[in-house]
């Protein structure tokens, strides 16, 4: 069935330094794809998406990029903060279909 | 954001009970979902609504029910067919199914 991995599953960087989270998908019509933020017992948050027809996109510090041949797209977090410290999920849509199919989640860990 | 209110925050349910769980929304969407969420896995879909009248199961669905009588209300309800139940249970709402999904902030259901 369509399933999304996500790696790691637990990420500790420094301070300023950047942190990439990566997701494969293996529904080859997927064409949507958000990343949601969720602090500790919160809701998640839609920090970024991308859609198939672009490779890249970006908003300050976060970046996503997607290659649709490989069916990878990934998120890039540039000078983090502690405040970036968080659960991120990655997830993947076809426009049109109900069904968004979620990553298991990356747990951020950012040290002050 | 405040659009999403899901009630209460905490559940606790006795064995052979039915328990339902609070979403509303005032964001005028026509779209609601409720997801599970357990620890380590990304969110799994239960029930989506497109419209009033209207919904479908997701991927696990069993033990589970909604109605959708009114727009901005979606209330999900967990039946003593579901074994395992305890769990974070999100709703979300979106315009239509192509656009980004907006989540609530979650009942945290347990058993007693």
């Known amino acids: 069935g369509e399933n999304v991995e996500q790696h790691p599953s637990t990420l500790s960087v420094q301070e300023g330094d950047s942190a990439v989270i990566k997701c494969t998908y293996s529904d080859s019509a997927s064409n949507y794809f958000p990343w949601y933020k969720q602090e500790l017992g919160k809701r998640p948050q839609l920090i970024i998406d991308?859609?198939?027809?672009?490779g890249e996109k970006k908003d300050q510090r976060i970046a996503v990029t997607l290659n649709k041949t490989a069916k990878h797209f990934s998120l890039h977090i540039t000078e983090t903060q502690p405040e970036d410290s968080a659960v991120y999920f990655c997830?993947?849509?076809?426009?049109?279909?109900?069904?968004?199919?979620f990553g298991a989640g990356t747990r951020l860990f950012v040290k002050a | 954001d405040g659009g999403i209110t899901q009630s209460p925050k905490y559940l606790f349910r006795k064995e052979g009970q039915n328990v339902t769980l609070s979403c509303e929304q005032n964001l005028n969407h026509d779209a609601m979902y409720w997801y599970r969420q357990d620890p380590g896995q990304g969110l799994r879909l239960i029930y989506y609504s497109q419209i009033v009248n209207d919904f479908q199961k997701g991927d696990i669905a069993e033990g589970y029910s909604v109605s959708r009588e009114k727009k901005e209300s979606f209330p999900l309800t967990v039946t003593s067919a579901q074994k395992n139940p305890t769990a974070f249970y999100l709703c979300?709402?979106?315009?239509?199914?192509?656009?980004?999904?907006?989540f609530g902030d979650g009942t945290r259901l347990s058993i007693l």
């Open positions: 997830a993947a849509k076809r426009t049109g279909g109900f069904k968004t199919i």
């Open positions: 979300a709402s979106s315009t239509d199914r192509s656009q980004p999904q907006h």
């Open positions: 991308i859609r198939s027809n672009v």
